[in-house]
Nanobody, 121 residues
Framework: QVRLVESGGGLVQAGGSLRLSCAASGRTFASYAMGWFRQAPGKERGIVAAISWSGGVTNYAGSVKGRFTISRDNAKNTVYLQMNSLKPEDTAVYYC??????????????WGQGTQVTVSS
């Protein structure tokens, strides 16, 4: 069974930065795409960023492009989300997820418990 554990969330002022980490175990990490999702109160969960198995292909939601960077270290079974120039509208619970395949369009089937990110004005 796959286990994903997020960390790095917290409270930050607008314009600040946070780095989220997601450690994976239970399945060969390097064989699957990984993604970051977020969900704010009253909103549907939406994808923030995704990265292919090799790290060579990435995809970002338009609202975070240019501010967030997704990366992975397969040797450490860890995926990261560097968040810069944070805005209050970035406030949400952030989840990492493991893809069903090595590509970005294969869907996701394993999820972490989430980490809270709160951005104050």
């Amino acid at each position: 069974q796959v286990r994903l554990v997020e960390s790095g969330g917290g409270l930050v002022q607008a314009g600040g930065s946070l780095r989220l980490s997601c450690a994976a175990s239970g399945r060969t990490f390097a064989s699957y795409a990984m993604g970051w999702f977020r969900q704010a109160p009253g909103k549907e969960r939406g994808i923030v960023a995704a990265i292919s198995w090799s790290g060579g292909v990435t995809n970002y939601a338009g609202s975070v492009k240019g501010r967030f960077t997704i990366s992975r270290d397969n040797a450490k079974n860890t995926v990261y989300l560097q968040m810069n120039s944070l805005k209050p509208e970035d406030t949400a619970v952030y989840y990492c997820a493991m893809g069903k395949s090595s590509s970005l369009n294969g869907g996701y089937d394993s999820w972490g418990q989430g980490t809270q990110v709160t951005v104050s004005s």
